[in-house]
């Protein structure tokens, strides 16, 4: 989609499933310089706009005012609040407004040009982000599904059904495959806007891998400086697992082969070896082992749990009660 910013001004969302090295890629990018530092996830298309609604309605933007102001969203922006709160009740009218205003004010505060954004769930909101700013370049960080999944099961994220339980780990790489194939697949749309990277040759061999992100964004992402300035997790790595107490021995690649049973790793790749031989990851038990008709029953109740889920967030009055106790962390 053509834009009237060149690409070096543009405002870029870093997004992908979560447990796949969204916020490193995030803080890499903010510890390049020239954007607005801002050390959270905003929240505003998954969470806010479901739950206040309409913003072009005033009592709304009151409502989420009141909360916003009470919580890390705004603690951690470094803003004054009388003076966003009053910018936010004369000027917003929506979701993107919102989102436009906080991080333009955060980046004329300190005195940068530019502005990013990590919330994973606002890969389900990539139409709506593209209304809002057609100028958007998009950066879908991918992650091999079985140490994804690892990840998520280790915070819980994704609950079995009750029928399930014992299962967990299968069911958080059913999430991932769901997640990854919806992004991928909205992500197609955007054309040129839109470009993919693997967390593990982002790790493994940053500098090509940042230098093409470089090209894409226009925008000088030099890893010496990177590491040098260090925000966040590019020096304090967010893992799931125990941190070496060297950080020179901290590897978060290839986890699974040291924590997959070989019975358990034929199952998850029954049921999700497809999307990860499309993304370019080797399967690792022999197709044999493997028997995929046996689980389609699972992967299809839980595609279409998921997909009612965020289809009465997006639509109905039910999805701001879904979404009221994901408000209390924020």
């Keep these: ?79 004054e609040a009388r003076e966003i709160e ?69 915070q819980g994220w994704i609950r079995p059904f009750a029928w399930d339980r014992g299962k967990s780990v299968l069911v958080a790489g059913l999430y991932w495959q769901w997640m990854v194939n919806k992004g991928r697949a909205s992500g197609r749309a955007l054309g040129a806007d839109y470009t993919e990277i693997h967390f593990e040759e982002l790790i493994q061999n940053p500098r090509p891998v940042l230098a093409r992100l470089s ?9 010496d400086r990177i ?18 107490s060297d950080n020179k021995e901290f590897n978060p690649v290839g986890r699974w082969r040291r924590h997959f049973a070989i019975e358990e790793l034929a199952v998850f790749e029954s049921m999700v070896g497809r999307t990860l031989e499309s993304l370019g990851y080797e399967l690792a038990t022999k197709e044999t082992q493997r028997d995929e008709s046996g689980w389609k029953g699972m992967r299809v109740a839980y595609e279409s749990r998921h997909a009612a889920k965020l289809w009465l967030k997006q639509h109905t009055p039910l999805g701001k009660i879904l979404i009221s106790d994901d408000l209390s962390w924020l």
């Design 1 to 79: 989609m053509n834009s009237s910013l060149s690409k070096g001004r543009r405002p870029v969302f870093v997004l992908g499933c979560p447990r796949s090295g969204t916020t490193l890629l995030y803080h890499m990018i903010l510890s390049a310089g020239n954007f607005a530092v801002y050390e959270t996830e905003s929240n505003v298309f998954n969470l806010l706009v479901p739950h206040f609604g309409d913003l072009s309605v005033r009592r709304n933007r009151q409502a989420l005012m009141k909360v916003w102001l009470g919580s890390k969203l705004f603690t951690r922006s470094g803003l």
């Design 86 to 154: 009053e910018k936010i009740l004369d000027e917003c009218r929506s979701g993107g407004d919102f989102l436009r205003i906080v991080m333009e004010e955060i980046a004329r505060k300190q005195g940068v040009e530019r502005w990013a954004e990590c919330t994973p769930d606002h890969m389900f909101y990539l139409p709506a982000i593209k209304r809002a700013f057609p100028e958007a370049l998009v950066v879908h960080i991918l992650r091999d599904g079985r140490d994804a999944a690892l990840s998520l099961e280790k």
């Design 215 to 223: 090209e894409f964004i226009e925008h000088d992402l030099d890893y």
């Design 227 to 244: 590491l040098k300035v260090g925000i966040g997790s590019v020096r304090d790595p967010n893992t799931s697992f125990q941190k070496a």
